[in-house]
């Protein structure tokens, strides 16, 4: 296949970072390559509990397709997942089980509320319903809606990505994420 | 043409680059890659609810002959798939050779049962 027949098809890859280009070689930053890599390979874990679970089913399969942002791969294992997905109506029984399985999630690790209920508690303000996830563990975006459109989902883990790219190498040994992390009481 | 062992060197080269490859991979992502270890997390994942008991648990394989002696059984029937097939090509001299074989398992059938093989309790 020649290089003008491939230029036809719509694939798109991801953009060059910054960094200085010579004959045969490119030079960046680890934190942007690392950025890159990450960004474009979140490994969805849904933590799905209620209706923006089934919008997610949409956004996962053919017609939305999470896997052109390369979340191809749904983990429902925490150990090889990146991105936490919680979708849906958190209990406050619930709330020990999804910080327990954030907690188990390798590092790095980000975290999308998505939907009203995951974000805030929305409708259900309520003596049982945990008000927002970020109540037992650090999210990264919210994403608003009741339930959230798939394109709503899509834009959240866009956001994310952005995040993704730009965060350094070293945050996750920064003092004021160890602080974040104490603030919830996560060792 | 001749060949000696100098000749090897780009080989053994090519080896220690691929294993060399992937041993500084493992080791570079493990240096660079973020870690946390607390006593939470180094549990078994159990759907994020704990765990009670041990895995670590002695259990019946029972089973274990059951299964044995089905693919035992279910070998000689696939057998007599064949058989049935070529039953008039085959005549006489086809039917004592699958009598013989099948008579070999009833005999080990009966010795099973004999044996209280296939006893559950």
Known sequence: ?187 | METNQVDFFPIVMQLILAAGFVAATIAISNFLGPKRHSVNKDKNFECGIESVGNARIPFSVKYFLVAILFVLFDVEVIFMYPWAINFREMGLEGFLKMGIFMLLLIVGFFYVMKKKGLEWE
């Open chain 1, 1 to 187: 296949m020649s290089n003008s027949e491939i230029k036809k098809t719509d694939i798109k890859m991801a953009e060059t970072p910054e960094g200085y280009e010579g004959n045969g070689f490119f030079a960046t930053k680890l934190d942007t390559v690392v950025g890159l890599a990450r960004a474009n390979s979140l490994w969805p874990l849904p933590f799905a509990t209620s209706c923006c679970g089934i919008e997610f089913m949409a956004t996962m399969a053919s017609h939305y397709d999470v896997a052109r942002f390369g979340s191809e791969r749904m983990s429902f294992s925490p150990r090889q997942a990146d991105m936490l997905l919680v979708m849906g109506t958190i209990a406050k029984k619930m709330a020990p089980i999804l910080r327990q399985v954030y907690e188990q999630m390798s590092e790095p690790r980000w975290v999308i509320a998505v939907g009203a209920c995951a974000s805030s508690g929305g409708i259900f303000d309520t003596y049982s319903v945990l008000q927002g996830i970020d109540k037992v563990i650090p999210v990264d975006v919210y994403v608003p809606g009741c339930p959230p459109r798939p394109e709503q989902i899509l834009d959240g883990i866009m956001k994310l990505q952005d995040i993704v790219k730009n965060e350094s190498v070293r945050r996750r040994n920064s003092p004021e994420y160890k602080e974040l992390l104490a603030s919830y009481n996560i060792s």
